[in-house]
């Protein structure tokens, strides 16, 4: 997820189970014009395998440059962007917009899987819009040019985030391939996590908002599917902990400036549903620096033990 799946991001997302993380889509022009900002957005700084990087872009010459670069700065695989619904990127032919160009998604992602060795991926939607549900054809040509899965968000492009994801519809694409296919869209609880299995019959889960402030549902999804029993929620000390790992991992990884600045939205997300976030969220967003968010966040989270406890009532 562009400006979340960030390295401390995705390494709280491991420690709470998650198999596989993506990273933020980087543009395949940004990649070959060498930015340095860029190349951040794809570090793993060794410490995280395996890495996927999803590449966005329309050029297939480009985007199999980008995938070779990224191979060599340790991508674990590549992942194509067929998903993404912003205007600034379908304009230029891009994300979402590769959907309505079958001959294209063909050229592309034939290029890339011939110059890279790595497992190449495919991240897209059900189709443009309600007039173009192409996605089972789409994850034909994947096939075929020798994609090894596809994860399916269960919305067109023209409902962006509007609606609810249908897994059914996942369930068809999955139908039309015998490569793998992850179910996307929607699951924000173990129960959801295991219906969309059922519905769909996909071969994996892929969950993106359902983890914002809440990382630990990796591990309660995975516990529910393997033992039937859900967990708990985790309690006011393990909550804090893991907030101080995020933010930790923030301030190092940007600088203490930066990372205290993009940590503000973590943290709101982390204290959703706490008695006085919104005075926590006001607080933090006014913290001129690492130090005091910390502080912050220690007051916030170590006393409220009260809300919590009535949260998982
Ligand atoms: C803020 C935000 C950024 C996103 N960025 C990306 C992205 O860079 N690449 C991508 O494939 N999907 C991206 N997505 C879409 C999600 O990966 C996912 O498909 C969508 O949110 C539905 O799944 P969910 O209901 O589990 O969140 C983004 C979604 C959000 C909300």
Redesign the pocket.
């Given at each position: 997820?562009?400006?979340?799946?960030d390295l401390p991001f995705r390494l709280q997302a491991r420690r709470y189970g998650a198999d596989l993380l993506?990273s933020?889509?980087i543009s395949s022009q940004a990649m070959v014009r060498n930015s340095l900002r860029t190349k951040r957005m794809a570090s793993s700084e060794g410490v995280e395998a395996p890495l996927v990087v999803?590449i966005?872009g329309g050029d297939p010459q480009i985007m199999a440059d980008a995938a070779r670069m990224n191979v060599e700065l340790g991508a674990d695989a590549i992942?194509i962007?067929m998903?993404?619904p912003v205007k600034k990127i379908v304009n230029t032919w891009a994300g979402a917009a590769l959907m309505k160009d079958e001959e294209l998604v063909g050229r592309i992602l034939e290029a890339v899987t011939k110059a890279v060795q790595v497992p190449v991926t495919v991240?897209m939607r059900l189709g443009w819009d309600n007039n173009q549900l192409n996605g089972e054809t789409i994850a034909r040509i994947a096939q075929a040019a020798g994609v090894r899965w596809i994860?399916v968000?269960g919305?067109t492009r023209a409902q962006m985030?509007q609606g609810k994801?249908d897994w059914q519809a996942i369930g068809r694409i999955k139908a039309a391939v015998s490569i793998p296919v992850i179910g996307?869209?929607?699951?924000?609880t173990p129960q959801e996590a295991k219906h969309m299995l059922e519905i769909s019959g996909v071969d994996g889960l892929?969950?993106?908002?359902?983890?914002l402030g809440r990382p630990w549902l990796f591990q309660q999804v995975k516990h529910y599917l393997e033992h039937g029993e859900s967990l708990p929620e985790p309690d006011v000390e393990e909550r804090y902990q893991t907030v101080l790992f995020h933010l930790d991992h923030m301030l190092d990884h940007y600088g203490p400036r930066t990372g205290n600045l993009m940590a503000r939205k973590h943290l709101s997300w982390y204290g959703r549903g706490i008695v006085g976030a919104a005075r926590f969220r006001e607080e933090v967003n006014h913290s001129p620096n690492g130090e005091i968010t910390r502080q912050l966040a220690s007051q916030f989270f170590r006393t409220a033990s009260c809300s919590i406890a009535e949260m998982a009532l």
């Open positions: 997820m562009a400006g979340i799946t993506v933020e889509m999803q966005a992942d962007n998903g993404c991240k994860a968000h919305r985030y994801a996307n869209g929607d699951i924000t892929m969950i993106g908002r359902g983890a």
